[in-house]
């Protein structure tokens, strides 16, 4: 076909959908075993459908993804605690107790790591498509506040698309409102979303965070020390907060991590020196989770 679509003689789905979706009333077609498979809500959430719901979740965002022309992402972890500069002054006039007032100041220390993200996502997004079509680089982070808002406002503020990976929480967390709305995504599965973050992966970038940024950068460094995923760069802001939560030394020196697994990231300060190590050690532009 002319369009290079590929022809098909069936009736599209989406047309029997609709038609099958209003029946004529009869007991019959009024009671759920009659619904086409893939319209009963019921029957897609039981318990036996997980695998099904599995391949749903890696499916949607892999298709929209390719369809956009994202070849390559920089993953952007982080708190989504962390204020952006002008929330500091809210945040303490708010803390009520000396021990809210003592994490307060230590958030607020920690600030500046907005616009460092802010300001790399920006670099990142104005990295040329290298053939014209294909889009590297592209801004990928949570989708929520603080961290993730900043690396997805950078990259609009460049007048660039980017990526926004949301789960589902017991407490709404909406995406932010730097998300390219067709590029903004909701994961019922944390492993899905994870996946997602990596397939595409060119760099990353690590910011001061909490359980969640830490599940994130340890299985990212078991997949590239075990060469289940190529290596990339990836980048740890605040060499000071990561010495002090993480003693990556004594791992090694414990012995259950090898001294040259520490090579694996490389600690830096500012948005500036993190892309020029990526610009000098950027991973080739291609798929580098293992198939």
């Given at each position: 076909m002319s369009?290079?679509?590929t022809h098909r003689p069936f009736k599209p789905a989406a047309r029997e959908a609709d038609f099958a979706a209003h029946p004529t009333p009869t007991a019959q077609t009024e009671h759920p075993a009659y619904r086409l498979a893939f319209q009963d809500h019921d029957f897609l959430l039981r318990e036996?459908?997980?695998?099904?719901?599995?391949q749903l979740e890696l499916l949607k965002p892999e298709l929209l993804?390719?369809?956009?022309?994202?070849?390559?992402?920089?993953?952007?972890?982080?708190?989504?605690?962390?204020?952006a500069p002008e929330e500091v002054a809210a945040l303490e006039a708010a803390a009520?107790?000396?021990?809210?007032?003592?994490?307060v100041a230590r958030l607020a220390a920690k600030a500046r790591y907005y616009e460092e993200a802010r300001r790399l996502a920006h670099l990142a997004s104005c990295e040329p498509c290298a053939d014209g079509?294909?889009?590297?680089?592209?801004?990928?982070?949570?989708?929520?506040?603080?961290i993730m808002e900043a690396a997805n406002r950078g990259a609009h503020e460049a007048g660039g698309i980017s990526v926004g990976l949301n789960v589902v929480l017991p407490h709404e967390q909406l995406p932010n409102a730097f998300v390219t709305p067709g590029l903004s995504f909701q994961f019922h599965y944390f492993a899905l979303r994870?996946?997602?973050?990596?397939?595409?992966?060119?760099?990353?970038?690590?910011?001061?965070?909490?359980?969640?940024?830490?599940?994130?950068?340890?299985?990212?460094?078991?997949?590239?020390?075990?060469?289940?995923?190529?290596?990339?760069?990836?980048?740890?802001?605040?060499?000071?907060?990561?010495?002090?939560?993480?003693?990556?030394?004594?791992?090694?020196?414990?012995?259950?991590?090898?001294?040259?697994?520490?090579?694996?990231?490389?600690?830096?300060?500012?948005a500036e020196e993190a892309w020029a190590h990526v610009?000098?050690?950027?991973?080739?532009?291609?798929?580098?989770?293992?198939?």
């Open positions: 369009d290079g679509q036996e459908l997980r695998p099904v719901r599995f993804l390719t369809e956009a022309g994202i070849a390559s992402t920089f993953v952007f972890y982080g708190s989504a605690r962390i204020p009520d107790t000396p021990e809210r007032k003592a994490v079509q294909d889009r590297h680089y592209v801004v990928c982070s949570g989708g929520g506040p603080s994870k996946m997602h973050f990596l397939m595409r992966a060119r760099a990353v970038a690590v910011f001061p965070g909490g359980f969640g940024t830490f599940d994130e950068l340890f299985e990212l460094l078991t997949l590239v020390q075990t060469g289940k995923m190529a290596a990339i760069p990836i980048l740890l802001f605040g060499r000071e907060f990561w010495e002090r939560v993480v003693n990556f030394e004594a791992l090694a020196e414990e012995g259950v991590i090898a001294h040259a697994d520490l090579k694996l990231f490389h600690f830096v300060e500012t610009c000098e050690h950027g991973a080739p532009a291609e798929v580098l989770m293992a198939k």
